[in-house]
T-cell receptor, first 110, second 116 residues
Framework: DAKTTQPTSMDCAEGRAANLPCNHSTISGNEYVYWYRQIHSQGPQYIIHGLKNNETNEMASLIITEDRKSSTLILPHATLRDTAVYYCIASGDAGQKLVFGQGTRLTINP | NAGVMQNPRHLVRRRGQEARLRCSPMKGHSHVYWYRQLPEEGLKFMVYLQKENIIDESGMPKERFSAEFPKEGPSILRIQQVVRGDSAAYFC??????????????FGPGTRLTVL
């Protein structure tokens, strides 16, 4: 699996959009970009994933650059409950283990 | 549709005892993954199983740890002769199968093991 690089921590004001960057310059053609988050010590929560195209769901949007070397997770209207550690993971085909880095500790401030 | 279930949520064992952690995957999922999170650290992959088969155990410690996913019933992670260093949160994830786009892993709430 490709290595990903994320900022250690970020702050965002409640109600604003939170933009979390991720670099994955060594990603291979068949590797998807996955985003998970972990609130306190709960189990990781799946957010979104994509291969080439931008993706959007009820939780977030994922913007992947054309060369696929980086991506941005966007939480459009951050709330206090979005405070968590966010993990960006590049993962291959079915069955591959997820390799978690240190993630980005996002703090939403009132 | 119930999510991934793990039990017990908290488990306390004394050194030398055995710990058994259970994981019931989401309905329709036949792939199970176990991860461990030591205090103040990230999640580390341990083992990947399909029904009755271990597919990848590259993250499992060589001794005292074993995992199974029988044809019927939950997946079991077993730790024999526990030591204080085994104290951690153990998370189970499951996936459906069939290619990366549909193979998202969904995690359970975890079992927090404390070894006294």
């Amino acid at each position: 699996d490709a290595k990903t690089t994320q900022p250690t921590s970020m702050d965002c004001a409640e109600g604003r959009a939170a933009n979390l960057p991720c670099n994955h310059s060594t990603i291979s053609g068949n590797e998807y970009v996955y985003w998970y988050r972990q609130i306190h010590s709960q189990g990781p929560q799946y957010i979104i994933h994509g291969l080439k195209n931008n993706e959007t769901n009820e939780m977030a949007s994922l913007i992947i650059t054309e060369d696929r070397k980086s991506s941005t997770l966007i939480l459009p209207h951050a709330t206090l409950r979005d405070t968590a550690v966010y993990y960006c993971i590049a993962s291959g085909d079915a069955g591959q283990k997820l390799v978690f880095g240190q993630g980005t500790r996002l703090t939403i401030n009132p | 549709n119930a999510g991934v279930m793990q039990n017990p949520r908290h488990l306390v064992r004394r050194r030398g005892q055995e710990a058994r952690l259970r994981c019931s995957p989401m309905k329709g999922h036949s792939h199970v993954y176990w991860y461990r999170q030591l205090p103040e650290e990230g999640l580390k992959f341990m083992v990947y199983l399909q029904k009755e088969n271990i597919i990848d155990e590259s993250g499992m410690p060589k001794e005292r740890f074993s995992a199974e996913f029988p044809k019927e019933g939950p997946s079991i992670l077993r730790i024999q002769q526990v030591v204080r260093g085994d104290s951690a949160a153990y998370f189970c994830a499951s996936s459906h199968t069939g290619g990366a786009s549909t193979d998202t892993q969904y995690f359970g709430p975890g079992t927090r093991l404390t070894v006294l």
